[in-house]
């Protein structure tokens, strides 16, 4: 199978497993109404999976605690490979208000690879989309 | 030779396999604008498809996984099969032997067994739970099915497909009498749960029991398992097609647009309920209707 019909396939065909990591759920509204009728992200392939292993990115949202940190490796390890992660929202991306707080385990980045980072508080459902566009974008190499 | 071709290419795996995707767009493209969606595009099953085969295949550590691995593989072979005898029995209505129909309703019947041979032994305590919704699920919903079929047998009195097309083209379609539309409700709302659509689709309810009997299936096995779902979406509507309607080809259609309006209406319901529609409502009103059959109506 050619390079040029995998890569077309695999960013085609993007169904989305969404991790709740110790969110405060406006990020999680927002995720909802992106898969709304009104934003309509299977125009591009998109859908939500109920199992990890049918994921082919993880969509992690919030502030990882220490209650949750183990688990959020153990789904990034049971994702079958190739797998992306996406960061969504402030807390994911960089911790802001929860930096030094006594049970945050660090930005998401320093847990598990992360391959885009949609910052916003919450962001908007046309940010996120950006952000996918920006992410398929890049795994095709183009500018 | 010939029959390999037959199996491989025509009536078999590969015609089926690309009438199946284009049924599944048509489902998802319905869906999309019942929903006042725009709805994905045309090669997106293919994608979907292609997309799988390529992702990694993990077999978890607790599972068997040599049946694990040839679940899909057994329901895929036995759909293709079925599809050979219909098409087979669509395109020539003499060439198959007396009883094909009761070969297509045991191949039929092969899918959930294999999906509930794969979801047992994947060592999942979820999917452990959707394999026993999917057998109590079959359970209830076979008996009515076979009534359903049973109509069409009883008014024509022959079990060989080619003579249920050939006598129905001759002497009006079986839809005409009341037993008839009886038999066709009572078929459309079992093939709803043998699908796995909506109403009934608890053994794979993505909300409650996250993905269900699929739930450790990844990679190419996922590829396969999806693709025998497709393929069942296309054979299904053409198997009532040529029990109802004598194998028109517009009423493939016709069938396949109610199933997805029907899957669109409606909430999931649970499973005692279902069990409870199947066995009371179901199988009286298919009792009814192979009685009227049988006196003439």
Redesign the interface.
């Given at each position: 199978?050619s390079a040029s019909?995998?890569l077309?396939?695999?960013t085609?065909?993007i169904w989305v497993f969404h991790a709740a990591c110790s969110p405060c759920n406006n990020c999680d509204i927002e995720i909802l109404d992106l898969l709304t009728?009104r934003y309509?992200v299977?125009?591009f392939?998109i859908q939500?999976?109920?199992?990890v292993?049918?994921a082919?990115a993880l969509l992690v949202t919030g502030a990882v605690n220490k209650k949750i940190v183990d688990r959020l490796k153990r789904l990034y390890e049971?994702a079958?490979?190739?797998c992306v992660v996406v960061a969504v929202g402030n807390c994911a991306c960089s911790e802001i208000m929860f930096r030094d707080s006594y049970n945050t385990c660090g930005p998401l980045d320093k847990i598990i690879p992360v391959n885009a980072y949609i910052p916003g508080c919450p962001p908007k459902p046309e940010a996120m989309i950006m952000g996918i566009v920006k992410l398929i974008k890049a795994l095709r190499g183009e500018k | 030779m010939k029959i390999l071709f037959e199996f491989i290419v025509f009536p078999g795996f590969l015609f089926t396999a690309i009438a199946g995707m284009v049924f599944s767009w048509i489902d998802?493209k319905v869906t999309?604008r019942v929903?006042?969606?725009?709805?994905?595009?045309i090669?997106?099953p293919l994608?979907?498809f292609?997309?799988l085969?390529?992702?990694?295949?993990?077999v978890p550590a607790s599972a068997n996984s040599v049946i694990f691995l040839l679940a899909p593989l057994l329901a895929i072979t036995s759909t293709t099969l079925a599809s050979v005898i219909l098409w087979k029995a669509i395109i020539n209505p003499q060439s198959l032997f007396v009883g094909d129909l009761i070969v297509v309703i045991y191949l039929l019947a092969v899918t959930p067994i294999a999906v509930i041979l794969g979801a047992s032994a994947s060592g999942n305590p979820i999917a452990s739970l959707a394999a026993s919704r999917e057998m109590k699920l079959y359970l209830a919903y076979e008996l009515p099915f076979i009534f359903s079929i049973l109509v069409s047998v009883i008014k024509l009195h022959t079990i060989k497909l080619g003579e249920i097309i050939l006598s129905q083209q001759s002497s009006g379609i079986i839809l005409n009498s009341f037993s008839g539309v009886l038999a066709f409700v009572i078929f459309l709302l079992t093939i709803q749960a043998k699908l796995g659509l909506v109403p009934f689709d608890m053994a794979e309810?993505?909300?409650e029991?996250?993905?269900g009997v699929?739930?450790?299936?990844?990679?190419v096995p996922?590829a396969i398992h999806k693709l025998n779902r497709i393929m069942l979406l296309f054979i299904i509507p053409v198997f009532a097609a040529v029990l109802f309607f004598g194998g028109n080809f517009l009423s493939i259609i016709a069938v396949l647009v109610l199933i997805i309006l029907i899957r669109n209406t409606n909430p999931r319901v649970r499973i005692d309920q279902a069990i409870r529609f199947f066995w009371r409502t179901c199988l009286i009103f298919s009792v009814f209707a192979v009685v009227l059959a049988t006196i003439g109506y």
């Amino acid at each position: 199978m050619s390079a040029s019909l995998k890569l077309k396939a695999l960013t085609k065909s993007i169904w989305v497993f969404h991790a709740a990591c110790s969110p405060c759920n406006n990020c999680d509204i927002e995720i909802l109404d992106l898969l709304t009728p009104r934003y309509d992200v299977e125009r591009f392939g998109i859908q939500l999976v109920g199992s990890v292993r049918h994921a082919d990115a993880l969509l992690v949202t919030g502030a990882v605690n220490k209650k949750i940190v183990d688990r959020l490796k153990r789904l990034y390890e049971q994702a079958p490979k190739p797998c992306v992660v996406v960061a969504v929202g402030n807390c994911a991306c960089s911790e802001i208000m929860f930096r030094d707080s006594y049970n945050t385990c660090g930005p998401l980045d320093k847990i598990i690879p992360v391959n885009a980072y949609i910052p916003g508080c919450p962001p908007k459902p046309e940010a996120m989309i950006m952000g996918i566009v920006k992410l398929i974008k890049a795994l095709r190499g183009e500018k | 030779m010939k029959i390999l071709f037959e199996f491989i290419v025509f009536p078999g795996f590969l015609f089926t396999a690309i009438a199946g995707m284009v049924f599944s767009w048509i489902d998802r493209k319905v869906t999309a604008r019942v929903q006042w969606r725009q709805g994905p595009p045309i090669f997106q099953p293919l994608y979907d498809f292609v997309k799988l085969l390529i992702k990694e295949t993990i077999v978890p550590a607790s599972a068997n996984s040599v049946i694990f691995l040839l679940a899909p593989l057994l329901a895929i072979t036995s759909t293709t099969l079925a599809s050979v005898i219909l098409w087979k029995a669509i395109i020539n209505p003499q060439s198959l032997f007396v009883g094909d129909l009761i070969v297509v309703i045991y191949l039929l019947a092969v899918t959930p067994i294999a999906v509930i041979l794969g979801a047992s032994a994947s060592g999942n305590p979820i999917a452990s739970l959707a394999a026993s919704r999917e057998m109590k699920l079959y359970l209830a919903y076979e008996l009515p099915f076979i009534f359903s079929i049973l109509v069409s047998v009883i008014k024509l009195h022959t079990i060989k497909l080619g003579e249920i097309i050939l006598s129905q083209q001759s002497s009006g379609i079986i839809l005409n009498s009341f037993s008839g539309v009886l038999a066709f409700v009572i078929f459309l709302l079992t093939i709803q749960a043998k699908l796995g659509l909506v109403p009934f689709d608890m053994a794979e309810a993505e909300t409650e029991i996250a993905g269900g009997v699929f739930i450790e299936y990844s990679g190419v096995p996922l590829a396969i398992h999806k693709l025998n779902r497709i393929m069942l979406l296309f054979i299904i509507p053409v198997f009532a097609a040529v029990l109802f309607f004598g194998g028109n080809f517009l009423s493939i259609i016709a069938v396949l647009v109610l199933i997805i309006l029907i899957r669109n209406t409606n909430p999931r319901v649970r499973i005692d309920q279902a069990i409870r529609f199947f066995w009371r409502t179901c199988l009286i009103f298919s009792v009814f209707a192979v009685v009227l059959a049988t006196i003439g109506y």
